[in-house]
C-alpha cells in the first residue's frame, strides 16, 4: 500500500503562501486635498523653524538654555538606557529591520512596492535633509563657540552638519513607512501615532545626550513628515519602476530557461465488447484519438487501413444468454421431473 508522505509544517506554510493573489489590490494612498492642506502646514512650520533660528529669536535662547541645563548629568541613571535608544533613529540598523519585514511582505503580496516605496522614502529623505545640513552649515552643541549665537553657516568647520536632526528625521520615515504602508485605516492611525511618538523620542534623546539643539528635533520632526506627506506624488514612479523590474525579470527568466515545450494529447483509451458469439463478452481496450488532438494522421501503433470512430459504429449485441451455466436448472417451458411416490 503506498501512502503519501505527511506534508511538515514549512510546506503547510509554503502552501498557504502559494494560495495568495499574485498582484493584489492595495490600497495605494493619494493625494487628497487634506493631505495637501497638513502639507502645506508642515511646509511652513519648517519655514518658521529655519527662520527662527537664522535671526536668533527666542528659539535660540531655548537651544543654548537646554544644552547648558545639561540633562546628562541631571539623570545620569537613565544614560546607559539612552544610548541604546538612540539606535532606533540611526539609519543603518533601522534601514535593516524595516528592509528585512518589507521584503517578506513584498514576497508574500507578490509585489515590489513596499521596498520601492521605502527605498523612494529613504532617497527624498537624504536629498532633502542633506541639502539642508550643508547649505545651513550649523555647528553642534559640543562645538559651539559663541553663548547665545545660532552656530550656523559653519561650513568648514566640523560637526556643522547637524541641522535638521538626521536621527529624528529618519525614526519618522523608517518607522512611518509602516503606517504609509499598512492595510486598514485603524492599523494606518496607530502606526501613525507611534512612528511620531517615537521619532520625537528619538529626537529628545538627543538633546539629552548633548548632540542636537532643541531646535534641531523639531526641525528634523518636520523634514521626516514632509517626505511621507509628498510620497504619494511619487506613486506612478513607484508603479513604473514596479513594472520594469517585473519585466526585467520575466525576460531574464524566459531567457535562461527557454521555450517550454507544449506536451502532446494523450489517446482516450475506450472500453468497448467483442462482437463474439459466445456468451461470455471479453472487453477489449480500444484507442481512441482525443478529440483536442491537432494532427489528423493516426496513431503509429494502430494498423495501416481505414479507422471509423466509436459514433459511427453499428452497435454489437452480444448472441445468447448470459447467464453462467447450472446443472441444477432447467429450460424454461420444460416440464418439472416427476417426484417419486412416498406411502404415508
Known amino acids: 500500500m503506498r501512502t503519501e508522505p505527511k506534508p511538515t509544517r514549512l510546506d503547510r506554510i509554503f502552501a498557504r503562501l502559494d494560495r495568495e493573489p499574485e498582484r493584489p489590490v492595495l490600497d495605494v494612498p493619494r493625494m487628497t486635498r487634506h493631505r495637501v492642506v497638513l502639507f502645506g502646514a508642515t511646509l511652513a512650520f519648517y519655514a518658521a523653524i529655519v527662520l ?63 521596498l520601492l516605496a521605502f527605498g523612494m522614502a529613504v532617497l527624498l529623505l537624504n536629498i532633502t535633509v542633506g541639502a539642508v545640513k550643508y547649505g545651513l552649515g550649523r555647528s553642534g552643541p559640543h562645538y559651539a563657540t ?25 525614526a519618522v520615515v523608517t518607522w512611518g513607512i509602516l503606517a504609509y504602508l499598512a492595510s486598514t485605516p485603524w492599523t494606518r492611525r496607530w502606526l501613525s501615532a507611534l512612528s511620531a511618538v ?30 511621507l506627506l509628498a510620497l504619494p506624488w511619487f506613486e506612478p514612479l513607484i508603479s513604473r519602476a514596479e513594472s520594469f523590474l517585473l519585466d526585467l525579470r520575466d ?30 463478452a471479453t472487453p477489449v481496450r480500444e484507442t481512441i484519438p482525443s478529440a483536442t488532438a491537432h494532427t489528423p494522421r493516426n496513431p503509429v501503433y494502430l494498423a495501416p487501413g481505414p479507422h471509423t470512430v466509436r459514433s459511427e459504429r453499428t452497435p454489437v449485441t452480444p448472441t445468447g444468454s448470459r447467464r453462467p451455466p447450472h446443472s441444477d436448472r432447467v429450460p424454461r417451458g420444460a416440464g418439472s421431473p416427476a417426484r417419486p411416490l412416498t406411502g404415508g
Open 198 to 227: 517615537l521619532s520625537l523620542s528619538v529626537g529628545l534623546t538627543t538633546v539629552y545626550l548633548g548632540t542636537h539643539w532643541l531646535s534641531d528635533v523639531l526641525l528634523g520632526w518636520a523634514a521626516g513628515l514632509l517626505v
Open 251 to 280: 525576460r531574464w527568466t524566459a531567457r535562461r530557461t527557454g521555450p517550454v515545450p507544449v506536451p502532446a494529447p494523450a489517446p482516450v483509451l475506450a472500453s468497448v465488447r467483442s462482437g463474439e458469439d459466445d456468451g461470455d
Open 52 to 114: 527662527a533660528v537664522a535671526a536668533t529669536t527666542w528659539l535660540v535662547r531655548i537651544d543654548w538654555q537646554a544644552m547648558l541645563f545639561r540633562p546628562y548629568q541631571q539623570w545620569p541613571e537613565i544614560h546607559a538606557f539612552l544610548d541604546y535608544w538612540v539606535v532606533l533613529g540611526q539609519r543603518g540598523p533601522t534601514a535593516v529591520m524595516v528592509s528585512a519585514w518589507l521584503g517578506w511582505r513584498s514576497w508574500r503580496q507578490r509585489t515590489l512596492r513596499p
Open 146 to 170: 559663541e553663548v547665545g549665537s545660532n552656530e550656523m553657516w559653519h561650513w568648514l568647520e566640523a560637526g556643522s552638519d547637524i541641522f535638521p536632526s538626521g536621527h529624528t528625521a529618519n
